[in-house]
C-alpha cells in the first residue's frame, strides 16, 4: 500500500496539489486562467512552439500568474533528442526555469513519445543542469533507465494524448509505480475525473490533464471536477481501500490470527 | 512505389458506383466506427451521407476538439512573384492573361512581410508562379533567409522542385510544403494544363521529394470545380494516406479552394455549392483526424465563420493574392478575387465568437536552428 506517501515532492519542491494541467487547446487564455485557478494545480506546462517567451504580452504567458504556478515549459512538437534539447535551452535562456517536461513525439497524429529519443535528450538535458520531466511510454524498463538517467519524475502516458480513454495502459503503469524511486505522474489519456481517481489510487503520485479540462463545455467546472477526483483517489490510497489491495490483508481477526503462523 | 502508379490501380468508377448508390443505413453504421477504411470513404462523401450532415457534422467537431482543441492557427500568403510559364485554365497568372506581372526583390519582400508581421502573423506561406527565368530557387533560398529569424513558420507553395532543391529550401528555413495536385483525374488534369505543369507525374514525385526531404508539413489540395468533388475528394484523402504511411514523421494538410474568378474568366464545370462544401469538411475530419484542414479567403467570411466548429484548423486572413499586394493592393496582378476581405483581426475576432483561441503562434525556429 502506498497510503504512507507525503506531499507531492519533485527535486525538492513540494506541492500542495497532486493535479498538474496543460495550457493549451482552452478556447481562451481568460478561459484558461479560470480553469487553473479552478483546478488548485501549482504546476502549469505550456508548449514552448506555443508561447512567445519574448513577449510580455503572449496570450498564453500573460495569463499565468506565475506567483501562483511553477510553469513546466514543454518541448510538444520536438521530433528527436537535437531538437527537444535546443527548444530546453532556448526556454532556460530567455526565462532562467531549469525545469523542463521533455516532450519528444516524432509521429504527429497519435503523439506517442519516443523512447530512444527521450532517453537521449534527457540524458543531455540532466548532464546540463536541468530539472527533467520526461513524457514516456508506460514501460517499465524505461521508466528505470529515465530514473537512473536523473530524471526529477517518470510521466507515463495512461492513453494516446487527446484520446480520453483512461488508464488503458493499467498493468504497465502498476509496475512502473511499484519500482519507482522518483514520483510517477499519469500523464496524457485521461478523460474523466474518475480516470484521475484511479490512477492517484493506483499510487500514482500525480497527474497531468490537459485536453479532457481545456474542451469540456465548460472547462473551470471540469478543473474543479479533476481536482476533486484526484483528492478523492488520495483520500481513497489513505482510507486503504477493502478490495484493491494486490496482497491479502487480514479481513478477521481470526485470519489475522492465522497468518501469524499460529 | 510512388502514388502516381497506386493511382492507376485505383478503381475509379467503383468509388462513383459506390458514392451513388450509398444508402443511408450505411451512414449510420460508418458513424459508429473508430475508423474508416480506404474502401469506405466514398460513403462518406455520398448524397446518402448529406442526408445525415448533423449527425457527421457533431462527429467532426468532437474529433477536432479532442485532436488539436479549441483553438484555430492563423497565417498569411506572401505572393512574391506571378511569373509564370505555365497556362492553366483557371489561374490569373496563367502566361496567355494580359495582367501585370511583377517579382518583388528580397528587399520588397521583407517590406511585405513586415506589415504581415506588424499585424501579428507568425506563419507564413510563399507564393510564386512557375517561372524559373523570371523568378529562380535562388532567389526563393534568399526571401526565406531574409524571413526565417522573423517569422515562427516558413510554408512554401511554389514551383514543383527535386529534393535538392527542397533541401535547399529547408535548410534555409521552410519547414512545410504545400503543392496541390489540383485535379486527381488525369484527364482532366490534361485538359487544363499546359506547359511544364501538364505532367501530372511529375507533380506528384515532387510533393514525395518533399516527404524525403522531411518537411513537417505536406500540404495537398484539389480544385474544386475541375471534376465532380465526391470522387476528387477520395483520392485527395487516399494520396493524404499514402503520404501519412510513406512519410510517417510528416503532418498532412488539405486544402480544397473552390474556383473563384480570376482573370481569364474560367468558369468551373462542377461547381461545389455551399452545404456540399460543409459535408466535404466534416467527411474529410471523420476520414482523416488528424489532418490539418486549411480554409483560405476564397470562401466568404459567414461561411467560414459558421465552418469553424466543424473541423478547420487554419485559416488565413487579409490576404492579398499579388505580389506587393499588402503595399498596393492594386500594383501587380492576382490569382484570384478573395472574398472573405476582413482584417486579421476581424478575423481573430470572428473565432473568438465561434468560442476558439486564434492562435498566432503554433512553432518555433528553435526546432530547427539554435
Known amino acids: ?262 | 512505389m510512388g502514388f502516381s502508379e497506386i493511382i492507376d490501380t485505383i478503381d475509379r468508377p467503383s468509388i462513383s458506383r459506390a458514392i451513388a448508390q450509398t444508402a443511408p443505413e450505411r451512414i449510420k453504421a460508418l458513424l459508429a466506427q473508430e475508423r474508416i477504411q480506404d474502401l469506405e470513404l466514398p460513403l462518406l462523401f455520398s448524397p446518402a451521407a448529406a442526408d445525415l450532415f448533423e449527425s457527421i457534422a457533431d462527429k467532426a467537431s468532437s474529433i477536432t476538439a479532442h485532436r488539436f482543441g479549441r483553438v484555430v492557427n492563423l497565417y498569411a500568403p506572401l505572393y512574391l512573384s506571378n511569373h509564370c510559364v505555365n497556362n492553366c485554365l483557371y489561374c490569373g497568372f496563367a502566361r496567355r492573361n494580359k495582367t501585370r506581372r511583377v517579382a518583388l526583390s528580397a528587399r520588397e519582400a521583407l517590406a511585405e512581410a513586415q506589415i504581415l508581421l506588424d499585424e501579428g502573423f507568425r506563419h507564413l506561406l510563399l507564393v510564386t508562379g512557375e517561372a524559373p527565368r523570371a523568378y529562380a530557387l535562388e532567389q526563393l533560398e534568399e526571401v526565406v533567409r531574409g524571413l526565417a529569424g522573423r517569422f515562427a513558420s516558413i510554408g512554401i507553395e511554389v514551383f514543383p522542385m527535386n529534393q535538392p532543391g527542397y533541401s535547399r529550401l529547408a535548410e534555409a528555413g521552410v519547414d512545410n510544403l504545400t503543392l496541390y495536385q489540383e485535379t486527381y483525374d488525369r484527364e482532366t488534369y490534361a485538359r487544363c494544363h499546359d506547359g511544364p505543369k501538364a505532367d501530372f507525374d511529375a507533380r506528384l514525385a515532387a510533393i514525395e521529394a518533399g516527404g524525403k526531404v522531411g518537411f513537417r508539413t505536406l500540404g495537398l489540395g484539389a480544385l474544386l470545380g475541375l471534376a465532380p468533388w465526391r470522387e476528387e475528394v477520395v483520392m485527395l484523402v487516399r494520396h493524404g494516406r499514402y503520404l501519412s504511411k510513406h512519410f510517417w514523421r510528416t503532418k498532412i494538410s488539405f486544402s480544397f479552394p473552390r474556383l473563384r474568378p480570376a482573370v481569364g474568366g474560367f468558369v468551373p464545370p462542377f461547381p461545389v455549392d455551399d452545404r456540399e462544401f460543409a459535408q466535404l469538411i466534416v467527411g474529410l475530419r471523420l476520414a482523416m483526424p488528424d489532418a490539418e484542414i486549411v480554409l483560405s479567403t476564397r470562401e466568404p467570411a459567414a461561411l467560414r465563420d459558421a465552418l469553424i466548429p466543424f473541423g478547420v484548423t487554419r485559416m488565413s486572413a487579409g490576404s492579398k493574392t499579388n505580389p506587393g499586394g499588402y503595399r498596393d493592393p492594386e500594383g501587380a496582378g492576382r490569382q484570384f478575387d478573395v472574398h472573405d476581405e476582413r482584417s486579421p483581426q476581424e478575423v481573430a475576432r470572428a473565432i473568438e465568437q465561434a468560442g476558439r483561441e486564434p492562435v498566432w503562434k503554433d512553432f518555433d525556429r528553435a526546432f530547427l536552428q539554435e
Request: hydrophobic share 45%; with cysteine.
Open chain 1, 1 to 262: 500500500m502506498p497510503a504512507e506517501k507525503g506531499a507531492l515532492q519533485i527535486a525538492g519542491v513540494t506541492f500542495g496539489s497532486r493535479l498538474l494541467v496543460g495550457t493549451g487547446k482552452f478556447p481562451s487564455p481568460q478561459i484558461m486562467a479560470q480553469a487553473l485557478e479552478a483546478s488548485g494545480t501549482e504546476l502549469v506546462t505550456a508548449a514552448l512552439r506555443r508561447v512567445d517567451l519574448k513577449n510580455p504580452k503572449d496570450p498564453t504567458l500573460s495569463h499565468l500568474d506565475l506567483k501562483k504556478y511553477r510553469l513546466l515549459p514543454n518541448t510538444s512538437g520536438a521530433r528527436d533528442a537535437l531538437e527537444a534539447v535546443r527548444l530546453a535551452r532556448l526556454a532556460r535562456g530567455v526565462t532562467g526555469n531549469n525545469w523542463i517536461k521533455l516532450e519528444v513525439t516524432p509521429e504527429p497524429n497519435y503523439l506517442l513519445p519516443d523512447p530512444v529519443e527521450t532517453l537521449a535528450a534527457a540524458k543531455i538535458l540532466v548532464k546540463e543542469g536541468f530539472v527533467v520531466l520526461p513524457y514516456m511510454n508506460a514501460d517499465p524498463i524505461l521508466a528505470l533507465h529515465l530514473a537512473e538517467a536523473g530524471c526529477a519524475t517518470v510521466m507515463p502516458l495512461a492513453a494516446p494524448i487527446g484520446s480520453a480513454r483512461g488508464v488503458r495502459a493499467r498493468d504497465q503503469i502498476q509496475i512502473i509505480i511499484e519500482q519507482a524511486t522518483v514520483p510517477v505522474v499519469v500523464d496524457a489519456g485521461l478523460g474523466l475525473p474518475s480516470h484521475a481517481a484511479e490512477a492517484i489510487e493506483m499510487g500514482a503520485d500525480a497527474v497531468l490533464v490537459n485536453t479532457a479540462i481545456a474542451i469540456a463545455d465548460d472547462p473551470v467546472q471540469m478543473a474543479v471536477a479533476f481536482k476533486l477526483g484526484v483528492e478523492a483517489g488520495e483520500l481513497a490510497r489513505r482510507a486503504g481501500a477493502a478490495d484493491t489491495s494486490a496482497t491479502a490483508r487480514a479481513s478477521s481477526p481470526a485470519a489475522g490470527y492465522l497468518r501469524k503462523g499460529n
